[in-house]
């Protein structure tokens, strides 16, 4: 059965760095597309970061872009997001998902991918 277990959220001040981490079980990340979605209080899920099965290429969010980093551990089985120079405005619970077949007009939509993690909080307050 497959489990994505996130960490590595927390509170930071505005500017502050954190790093995300997704750990997979019953699923290999190297066979998957996989991204990272956030969700604040009363807002719809939002896309941050994807990379696609079999590319090297990772996709960002306008709102992250510069300032966001996805990696993969294909060793370890995991992802990871580093976060610098955190506003406020990136408070949410953030989620790692993972997707066999997501085509790249789709890397950004929540529906295209199967299995999700639980979530870690992020907040960015003075």
């Known amino acids: 059965q497959a489990q994505l277990v996130e960490s590595g959220g927390g509170l930071v001040q505005p500017g502050g760095s954190l790093r995300l981490s997704c750990a997979a079980s019953g699923v290999t990340f190297s066979r998957y597309s996989v991204a990272w979605f956030r969700q604040a209080p009363g807002k719809d899920r939002e896309f941050v970061a994807a990379?696609?099965?079999?590319?090297?290429?990772?996709v960002y969010a306008d709102s992250v872009k510069g300032r966001f980093t996805f990696s993969r551990d294909n060793p370890k089985n995991m992802v990871h997001l580093q976060m610098n120079s955190l506003k406020p405005e990136d408070t949410a619970v953030y989620y790692c998902?993972?997707?066999?077949?997501?085509?790249?007009?789709?890397?950004?939509?929540?529906?295209?991918?199967?299995?999700w993690g639980q979530g870690t909080q992020v907040t960015v307050s003075s």
């Open positions: 998902a993972a997707g066999q077949r997501v085509i790249t007009s789709s890397l950004s939509r929540a529906s295209a991918y199967d299995y």
């Open positions: 990379t696609k099965l079999n590319s090297g290429n990772h």
